[in-house]
């Protein structure tokens, strides 16, 4: 089974963010408009084709040669117009996959000429089915290619640089298994490839039990891969292990995303405070500035990390870097943390990889171990730096030893033991800080692309002046011009390289870095526009569904509040701007949950909840007029207004339990412990567990109504069921997992430290992830029913209705096969048949 990221203890304290690995992109700009393109037109050839696969529908008696024919034209046609070979970089791989759905239209040539009608239609099937796998197959691998190709993959038997072709080969074979009794494989090798391509990034994350998470996954594609191209057999016992699995990943992935954004947000929270305490002891108005602009980067990043958003590698590093630079905080605190930060690095260097290339990473990460193994922190500091930096330099296709001096003697130092003093030491540390640097430059001064080509340019003769200073020695300069650059970049990839709110300071201030001002105070005027825009874009969108005269009030009150915030950010009032988007944005979440809803609109406050809000509307108004709010009043009308929303909330989830007989009194007793958390301003534990009585009953979305996991654990029929089918009676699965959601409520109930709230935590995701599994078992045994109903096909090559006789032929057919009404009623009229229910009988109308 998949590996787990369980959160740990010792990880709550932890001094750095999650880092996702850099990656190395295989395409630039053009090869990804040119590969959506053909994607584009492939699946418009595929949406083109509804009908045709609707007309193939005919039975067999009704078909004729000339229909084949015709399909089978349309069919060869949307394949040349698709003009997938000609994709760049990925095209070349599907030259196989376009012959293997030639090869099969034209065998159902053959058959149609051949006059055997009904193997043609469903060879034709087979085709379009394989042709809708190979337009997933190109979606998903453009996705992988996209996101990029971390280099610390470790799949058995698979050399470390071939991983992703041996990914990919796996995805292709998925059409291999169409029109056979494998099929089952082909879907699950799609779902495990969709799982993967849309969260490689997070796939990337810098930990080794995600590392262990990923690499599974890709295993499992690599695994079934081959055995499709073998032509193995897939067993009921491979398919139900391989739900379970897919279930896993799936659960695994959602669970590692929150942990990610959550562990992120500590972080920066927790440096934001740092920072903030630290602002103005300092004596140098530089300093100040540097303290001031690296906050904003951090309430930016934290914002959109609470958005959904996830940091690429290179703003998260960048980001750890400054924050460690300017509180000098390079060192871990304490022994026992730089001891578990270096462990940690050398092991993710090293891998799992067998052969050690001297010089490569993982080398390096080698080193790293032997070194600490012998007590030397020093020395493995320096393998781990070079590790890191080998690592970088590789990515743009070159090597460490092109950009340190003294790589000789440091590798002397390594493989030798040569001594070294802390000047020493020093000297190697700036030269491999240094080399960093110029890779940096070297990335920016090689930016390509046609689009926004003066923006290009800006960051090019930024980059070139950045070299300059390194090489005069101004060391801070440089660093400063390739932070603002490296920010500006960030925010045009984030605006596909169009302007954005704050973009023009932003451009006028690495201007005047190019022509030797320090633009520190400009620059950060910038992105406090950038950010105060984001920001307010947000909460714009929140007041504009405020809609009618019962919210009149709140409405104007947010408005004014925006338009003061702008004015305070045009003043670049860094402090006050800070303050008024917190106090806003307290505001409009508190208006959310008072207001009254109406098709998604908030359209009054009542009389109530208006006196609630009462606290926040005096202090806005008194910020608008010039003064300075009271915080204290604030935040007290805040909580306010928390405490009432939950109040109100556990008194809804009351009248849903009072429908719902299943498992009442346990909720009941959950909603009684939640208003006494309440009433203790324990408002988070109070959130908890009103969020897993939500979840117990499951919340409404994505076209599902609330309660429809109740609904599933509750009744008789587990699952919604077409309506002849019987009842499948009580699901062992679905018990289980009820069963675990309740004791995990019951623990979330006694829970009062954060690790008993996470060990409920823990309980609940296994309660929903046993219901899911559950779930993909009982509706793939909806299919298994409609096929014994005679309402869908067993497998390709027999038509519905049919129950196959002997092994599939070589053209796809069976020998004969037996009505299934014969089948039934044989089974009606021989109950006690021993041998009906062992499958070592062949029964038919003569039995």
């Known amino acids: 089974m998949p590996g787990r990221m369980e959160r740990r203890e010792e990880e709550e304290e932890a001094r750095l963010p999650i880092r996702i690995v850099p990656t190395r992109r295989r395409l630039d700009e053009e090869q990804v408009a040119e590969l959506r393109s053909a994607l584009a037109r492939l699946t418009q050839k595929i949406a083109g084709l509804r009908e045709f696969s609707e007309q193939l529908r005919v039975r067999p008696d009704e078909a004729t040669t000339d229909f084949v024919e015709e399909q089978a034209d349309r069919l060869s046609e949307s394949i040349q117009e698709a003009n997938l070979t000609a994709a760049p970089v990925l095209g070349e791989r599907y030259q196989n996959e376009v012959e293997l759905i030639s090869r099969t239209i034209d065998a159902a040539r053959r058959a149609g000429g051949e006059g055997r009608l009904g193997h043609a239609i469903n060879m034709l099937q087979e085709a379009h089915s394989q042709l809708q796998a190979l337009n997933e197959v190109f979606d998903i691998e453009m996705r992988i290619m996209m996101a990029g190709m971390p280099d610390n993959i470790r799949l058995e038997g698979v050399e470390p640089d071939q991983a992703y072709d041996a990914v990919f080969e796996g995805l292709e074979a998925s059409l291999l298994d169409i029109g056979t009794d494998n099929e089952p494989r082909s879907r699950l090798l799609l779902r495990l490839g969709r799982v993967f391509s849309e969260n490689a990034m997070l796939y990337n994350i810098d930990d080794p039990l995600v590392r262990q998470e990923r690499d599974a996954l890709l295993s499992h594609i690599v695994e079934r891969g081959e055995q499709a ?324 009030f709140q409405r104007q009150n947010a408005r004014q509040m925006m338009e003061h915030i702008q004015s305070l950010a045009r003043e ?166 009820r069963r675990m959601l309740e004791r995990a409520l019951e623990m979330e109930m006694q829970a009062s430290t954060e690790e008993e709230h996470s060990a409920a935590a823990r309980q609940f995701d296994r309660g929903t992830r046993r219901i899911a599994q559950t779930r993909i078992l009982v509706e793939d045994y909806g299919h298994v029913f409609a096929a014994y109903q005679g309402t869908e096909q067993f497998t390709q090559g027999v038509d519905a209705g049919q129950l196959p006789l002997g092994e599939r032929q070589e053209d796809g057919t069976f020998p004969r096969s037996i009505d299934m009404l014969t089948v039934r009623m044989y089974e009606h009229t021989h109950p006690q048949d021993a041998e009906l229910w062992t499958g070592d009988r062949e029964t038919d109308g003569q039995s």
Request: without cysteine.
């Open 229 to 552: 191209r073998r032509g193995a057999d897939y067993t009921t016992d491979q398919e139900t292990r391989d739900r379970e699995a897919l279930a896993g990943f799936q659960s695994n992935i959602e669970r590692i995303a929150g942990q990610f954004r959550d562990r992120n947000i500590e972080v920066f929270d927790r440096w934001i405070g740092n920072l903030g305490s630290q602002v103005e002891e300092q004596e140098s108005e530089h300093m100040r500035e540097r303290m001031q602009s690296l906050i904003n980067q951090l309430q930016d990043a934290r914002r959109r990390l609470r958005e959904g958003e996830l940091l690429s590698p290179t703003e998260t590093r960048r980001l750890t870097s400054d924050y460690l630079l300017t509180t000098g905080r390079e060192q871990p605190e304490t022994d026992e943390e730089e001891l578990e930060d270096l462990n940690r690095l050398a092991g993710s260097l090293r891998g799992r990889g067998r052969r050690l290339r001297e010089g490569s990473p993982a080398w390096f990460g080698e080193q790293a171990i032997l070194a600490l193994n012998e007590g030397d922190q020093n020395r493995a500091s320096l393998a781990i730096s070079m590790g890191i930096l080998e690592r970088t330099a590789r990515e743009s296709g070159s090597s460490a030893r092109e950009y340190i001096p003294d790589y000789a003697v440091m590798m002397d130092v390594l493989t030798r033991g040569r001594p070294t003093t802390p000047a020493t030491l020093s000297r190697y540390s700036t030269e491999i800080n240094v080399a960093f640097s110029i890779l940096n430059i070297e990335e920016f001064e090689g930016l390509g692309g046609r689009r926004a080509r003066a923006r290009r340019e800006r960051i090019r003769n930024a980059a070139g002046t950045a070299r300059e200073r390194l090489n005069s020695g101004n060391m801070e300069g440089a660093r400063r011009l390739l932070n603002m650059i490296s920010y500006y970049h960030d925010q045009l990839e984030r605006n596909r390289w169009r302007a954005w709110e704050g973009s023009p300071i932003v451009e006028e201030a690495i201007d005047a870095e190019i022509q030797g001002e320090d633009a520190t105070e400009a620059f950060n005027r910038g992105m406090l526009f950038t950010r105060v825009s984001s920001e307010l874009e947000g909460a714009g969108d929140a007041v504009r569904r405020w809609r009618g005269r019962g919210i009149s």
């Open 572 to 737: 670049g009032r860094t402090e006050e701007v800070v303050t008024a988007l917190s106090l806003l944005a307290m505001y409009v979440e508190s208006v959310n949950r008072l207001g009254e809803r109406r098709r998604g609109n908030i359209v009054r406050i009542s009389d109530e909840n208006a006196v609630h809000l009462s606290g926040m509307d005096s202090q806005i108004q008194q910020m608008l007029a010039g003064e300075q709010a009271d915080r204290r009043v604030f935040m007290q009308s805040y909580l306010t207004a928390q405490q009432t929303n939950l109040r109100e909330e556990a008194s809804r989830l009351e009248e849903l339990a009072n429908s719902r007989d299943a498992g009442q009194g346990l909720v009941m007793r959950a909603l009684e412990t939640a208003r006494q958390r309440i009433s203790e301003n324990n408002l988070r534990g109070a959130a908890f567990l009103l969020q897993y009585i939500r979840d117990y009953y499951g919340r409404a979305g994505e076209g599902r109504r609330e309660g429809w996991r109740y609904n599933l654990f509750s009744v008789t029929r587990e699952v919604e069921l077409p309506e002849e089918m019987p009842e499948v009676g009580p699901v062992v699965g679905y018990r289980t997992g």
